[in-house]
């Protein structure tokens, strides 16, 4: 991991390659699988992300991370990481609670949802907040609030970090801009800027960009989980990924 520490906090917003798809099917496999779901390079992103900008040992959270794959290894690379997860089922996701607890130990497992009045964590108690395609499932008055938590537990100086899934073409391509820019203006006020990242320059970007990496068709036909294809119909979706450094306030 020496190699990921080295590259620092490329504070800002970026989406997802190929490249850097690759490298981590060469470097963790164990993180990387190649069934072309989204998750598959957003998971290494962020472990690679967070070696970058925290170095070990750090106390470290993931907001919503269900089966805690990247929580668990980042807790075998020496970090003391917290998941904070109601494991309600909420938007296909998971509810075993205790299989988790048993299966990572070392992981500290809350089962609630992440908010400014959770009482079993202090304020400014962590030096990273992270999130793995999360934050596109959350209504717009709940991401409020989870930015306001992200605010009072993250350390001053210390790094908030997320990729979700954002729909650059099919079905909800005009939902999604919305959503994105309530993360982005969030992520600003996190580190105290003025204004939030320009969206639509990165949209442009990632249009004409060969190596933009997008869920496969495989990995549309898992999420469509036997619905009829009429019902669940292919869209471009890629991962936006941004990294925040709160203001030492």
């Not at 993931?62 to 997860?85: C, K, M, R």
């Not at 009482?119 to 400014?124: D, L, N, R």
């Amino acid at each position: 991991m020496a190699k990921f520490a080295q590259r620092g906090c490329p504070v800002g917003l970026s989406y997802a390659t190929v490249r850097d798809y690759c490298e981590s099917v060469d470097d963790l496999p164990q993180i990387a699988p190649t069934d072309g779901d989204l998750k598959n390079v957003q998971r290494p992103w962020t472990v690679k992300t967070i070696v970058g900008c925290t170095p070990r040992p750090a106390r470290l959270l993931e907001i919503g991370g269900g089966e805690p794959i990247v929580s668990g290894f980042l807790s075998e690379l020496g970090y003391d990481v917290t998941l904070v997860d109601p494991y309600d089922g909420f938007g296909n996701g998971p509810t075993e609670y205790e299989r988790y607890v048993e299966l990572f130990p070392h992981v500290k497992i809350l089962r609630e949802y992440f908010r400014p009045g959770m009482s079993q964590v202090a304020p400014h108690s962590f030096d990273c907040i992270f999130s793995v395609s999360v934050l596109e499932h959350i209504p717009p008055e709940s991401l409020r609030l989870c930015f306001e938590a992200i605010d009072k537990f993250l350390f001053p100086g210390g790094s908030s970090i997320h990729c979700f899934d954002f729909i650059l073409q099919g079905p909800g391509e005009f939902d999604n801009p919305p959503m994105a820019e309530r993360v982005l203006a969030a992520q600003a006020r996190i580190s105290a800027k003025p204004e939030p990242e320009s969206l639509a320059s990165i949209l442009d970007r990632m249009h004409a960009d060969v190596e933009t990496f997008y869920l496969s068709p495989q990995g549309h036909h898992q999420w469509r989980a036997g619905r009829a294809y009429n019902d669940f119909p292919f869209r471009k979706v890629v991962s936006l990924q941004t990294i925040a450094r709160r203001d030492t306030r």
